[in-house]
């Protein structure tokens, strides 16, 4: 299985201010069809999870270019710049391609 | 609107079953792929099961931890997605979420399940 590891555990940054997450994957996630199947995730708190980033650098419908997603191979990382109040949660990274898929074990974020 | 509502959680004994829903509108439910994905009270994330389209036989893929206990099937005409899950144990109690497609872009609220004596 493909073991998907993020760091920090947890975070704190001030309203306004940039952090970076990190999510390294045990193998390469490049797909045999050219595709990187990377995935960042927010659960807020009480909510359910919302997709952020999909295939390394794409943001999904709605989502602020305040968040944006890099990296390839093995090593990846979302970046959210002007952090705001509404950004506290937990942030998860996961991969889709290679069954069973699997995520991070999560990043939480706190404002200070 | 993408929606979907998962029911059917609950409190079970070990060793017991317990039967998922996920209820489905605002997408073409007949060529998604479905997945359940639980969550554990520690917050984990881990994905369980996946059914693919009529196009592709309707091809289920697991998790080991659950092989041969849980079955994932679905039903295009009510546009639903099931989890049969079985010899249920104490470390299967989770959130359990339905998510289609190939980066889970949407989640219902989740269905609570919880294994216990």
């Known amino acids: 299985d493909v073991v998907m590891t993020q760091t920090p555990v947890s975070l704190s940054v001030s309203l306004g201010g940039q952090v970076s997450i990190s999510c390294r994957s045990s193998?390469?996630?490049?797909?045999?069809?050219?595709?990187?199947?990377l995935s960042w995730y927010l659960q807020k708190p009480g909510q359910s999870p919302q997709l952020l980033i999909y295939k390394v650098s794409n943001r999904f419908s709605g989502i602020s270019d305040r968040f944006s997603g890099s990296g390839s191979g093995t090593d990846f990382t979302l970046k959210i710049s002007r952090v705001e109040p509404d950004d506290l949660g937990l942030y998860y990274c996961?991969?889709?391609?290679?069954?069973?898929?699997?995520f991070g074990s999560g990043t939480k974020l706190e404002i200070k | 609107e993408v929606q979907l509502v998962e029911t059917g959680g609950g409190l079970v004994q070990p060793g017991k079953s317990l039967k998922l829903t996920c209820a489905t509108s605002?997408?073409?439910?007949?060529?998604?792929?479905m997945h359940w994905v639980r969550q554990s009270p520690e917050k984990r994330l881990e994905w369980i099961a996946r059914i693919k389209d009529k196009s592709n036989n309707y091809a289920t893929d697991y998790v080991e931890s659950v092989k041969g206990r849980f079955t994932i099937s679905r039903d295009d005409s009510k546009s639903s997605v099931y989890l049969q899950m079985n010899s249920l144990k104490e470390e299967d109690t989770a959130t359990y979420y339905c998510?289609?497609?190939?980066?889970?872009?949407?989640w219902g609220q989740g269905t609570l399940v919880t294994v216990s004596s």
């Open positions: 998510t289609p497609g190939y980066w889970f872009a949407y």
């Open positions: 996961g991969q889709g391609t290679q069954y069973p898929l699997t």
């Open positions: 605002g997408f073409t439910f007949s060529t998604a792929w």
């Open positions: 193998q390469s996630l490049l797909h045999n069809n050219g595709n990187t199947y």
